[in-house]
């Protein structure tokens, strides 16, 4: 059996030196030893990070279709570059400028997708889910929606996926449309809702309030489909409180699964031209890192997977952001924060406050998948782990976290 690792408070506190140390833990005996030699009181912590996943995860096969059937461009949005099809821009106008439904070019997109449909399943691979993405789905042209669900319906008969998902706006949902897509194989409808606060969506011109937006997320579940929400912290007139609102009320509204992207300023948008003249101001990276990581807790608490933070690395997109929170271990980053959140959380607690003295401290044990993101990037949470008393971690297979105090 491979040996426990733990990090000593020196480690925690000192960048320069190794991240762990051998203690000679070689089994859960051996630690639950040290542990009663120091420890007063130990105490699950109220965060199963298992939750929200599913098991196996299926492959999924995107098919993009930048801009199609929205009404209006958008002040943040760039699908074009978002999706890495930077010449599928059908929208070289202002953000309030209506989008012309474009259907050159679907056919081929479509085919493209049922080749390597076909291809995935002749060489022997599970089936897919097939998602439709970049554009607002349920208000395609119809000879472009007929054409997609014949597609999904296709696939589905020839076994090469399970389902398939699409994403849209919340003011283009209703019932006989959802119940279209469900006949079709729709598993999951994703909503673009960015915020359910209403000054931020007036701010933001999206042209639907908070309160469409719920109806939207009920339409969904009514409709037998699950519910994804997307959120935007950081969009023109939205702050960290409203999104410490957002995540909970997306909960709430009976949301499966939650996507948070960051607002990022994109070449070639409102919000660029906004940028500039100094009428918005993105939010500091340090922020947005906190308010992810509450509504990333919030999120895991009530079981619902947070299953995608920040925008996907696309060819052109990085040339493409000329300000905002981007970060390449954003997730990572996320997740620290959020676990030093839940510790100190538990640490006040009514029944720990008064064992958890100032001459006290604590020691971790974690399941072995947080360790990538325990410590944060480069080391980044040493010092508030050290401040908050942390004297030691043990990282285990099979463990649900757990504080363990313990005497100075």
């Not at 493209?112 to 022997?124: F, S, T, V």
């Not at 395609?140 to 696939?155: F, K, N, T």
């Not at 997109?317 to 030093?340: F, H, M, N, S, W």
Request: glycine content about 10%; overall charge positive.
């Amino acid at each position: 059996m491979p040996r426990k690792k733990k990090f000593s408070s020196a480690a925690i506190m000192d960048a320069n030196s190794p991240l762990y140390q051998s203690n000679l833990l070689d089994n859960a005996d051996d630690w639950r030893r040290f542990c009663d030699s120091l420890h007063k009181t130990s105490v699950p912590l109220q965060w199963d990070c298992g939750q929200g996943k599913t098991g196996v995860r299926t492959p999924v096969v995107p098919v993009f279709l930048p801009f199609r059937g929205c009404p209006v461009r958008c002040v943040f949005c760039a699908q074009d570059v978002q999706t890495g099809l930077a010449d599928a821009n059908p929208l070289p106008g202002t953000a309030a400028q209506a989008v012309p439904q474009v259907s050159t070019g679907i056919g081929q997109v479509l085919n493209e997708a049922r080749q390597k449909l076909r291809h995935r399943h002749d060489a022997g691979h599970p089936p897919a889910e097939l998602a439709f993405y970049g554009g607002t789905f349920t208000a395609l042209p119809e000879s472009e929606l007929a054409a997609c669900l014949d597609l999904a319906r296709e696939a589905l008969e020839q076994g090469w996926i399970s389902s398939f998902r699409c994403s849209t706006r919340p003011d283009r949902v209703d019932a006989p449309t959802l119940l279209r897509l469900r006949s079709a194989g729709c598993g999951v409808v994703e909503l673009g809702v960015q915020s359910f606060n209403d000054s931020a969506l007036a701010v933001s011109r999206r042209g639907y309030t908070g309160a469409t937006a719920l109806a939207a997320c009920a339409t969904v579940r009514a409709a037998g489909l699950k519910l994804g929400v997307q959120l935007l912290p950081g969009m023109p007139g939205h702050n960290p409180q409203h999104f410490a609102h957002d995540v909970p009320t997306a909960l709430a509204a009976g949301a499966h699964m939650l996507r948070f992207y960051p607002c990022l300023v994109l070449e070639g948008t409102g919000l660029a031209a906004m940028w500039r003249e100094g009428s918005y101001k993105p939010w500091p990276l340090e922020a947005t890192l906190d308010a992810l990581a509450q509504g990333w807790l919030a999120a895991i608490r009530a079981g619902v997977p947070v299953i995608r933070m920040g925008l996907a690395p696309e060819p052109g997109l990085a040339q493409a952001i000329l300000a905002g929170p981007v970060d390449g271990e954003l997730g990572g980053r996320v997740k620290g924060r959020a676990l030093l959140l839940a510790v100190r959380e538990a640490l006040q607690a009514p029944d720990l406050r008064l064992k958890f003295l100032p001459e006290c401290g604590f020691a971790l044990r974690l399941p072995r998948a947080m360790q990538g993101f325990f410590l944060g990037a480069g080391g980044e949470l040493r010092p508030a782990w050290a401040a908050l008393g942390l004297r030691a971690v043990s990282f285990e297979e099979e463990s649900k976290p757990q504080i363990l105090l313990v005497a100075a």
